[in-house]
């Protein structure tokens, strides 16, 4: 674990997210978590008054997780292993205070996008937060699904699925073990926009 890595989870994490709004008693969905970088400080941020589920496709990161939660004595965790081609997210509707989207959405394809914004919605209480980190689009080391999109269009793509955006800033945060800036784009879901 680099020194940056370290930095982040002993203090700078939890500014980021308290940042962004992510507070005491929150209900959160770290939505592919991978090891935790962001699964960690959210449970910090939540307390034991709140909780966070830790969602990933592979197992590995989850348990690697789950054991740096238990050194840590977190208990507010819950991991939630999906299948690649699984897109519901098991949760209850409207259960969630906010959604991390954080470097994910270049490994998905435009159709399953849109699947998961939907889902994000439906979890999603009245209006609640979705937070996106969308690395890798065309002016941010271009790569996968968002390779051919900018900044605004992810934007708009999002804005499409009955969210609005609140609030964009550019800020310093951990990229595959690095520290990185880079665009956070927080949405807040559209009152009377229901569409379930």
């Given at each position: 674990m680099g020194i940056n890595v370290k930095d982040w989870l002993n203090g700078e994490a939890e500014v980021f997210l308290k940042d962004i709004g992510i507070k005491k008693g929150d209900v959160v969905l770290d939505f592919g978590c991978g090891t935790g970088s962001y699964t960690i400080p959210a449970a910090e941020v939540v307390n034991k008054e709140g909780k966070v589920y830790a969602?990933?496709?592979?197992?590995?990161?989850?348990?690697?997780?789950?054991?740096?939660?238990?050194?840590?004595?977190?208990?507010n965790i819950i991991p939630l292993h999906t299948k690649s081609e699984e897109l519901k997210i098991n949760l209850e509707s409207e259960s969630i205070d906010a959604v991390l989207l954080y470097d994910v959405l270049?490994?998905?394809?435009a159709l399953e996008r849109k699947m998961i914004y939907e889902e994000i919605y439906r979890i999603l209480k009245e209006n609640g937060l979705l937070s996106v980190y969308p690395k890798h689009h065309k002016s941010d080391e271009p790569l996968g699904n968002l390779s051919d999109m900018e900044?605004?269009?992810v934007e708009e793509e999002i804005k499409s699925h009955y969210f609005y955006l609140q609030r964009k800033f550019y800020k310093k945060l951990l990229h595959n073990g690095d520290y990185n800036r880079g665009y956070i784009l927080n949405f807040r879901k559209k009152l009377g926009g229901n569409k379930y």
């Open positions: 969602m990933d496709k592979d197992i590995k990161s989850i348990n690697k997780l789950m054991k740096i939660a238990k050194t840590k004595d977190l208990k270049h490994y998905i394809g900044l605004d269009d």
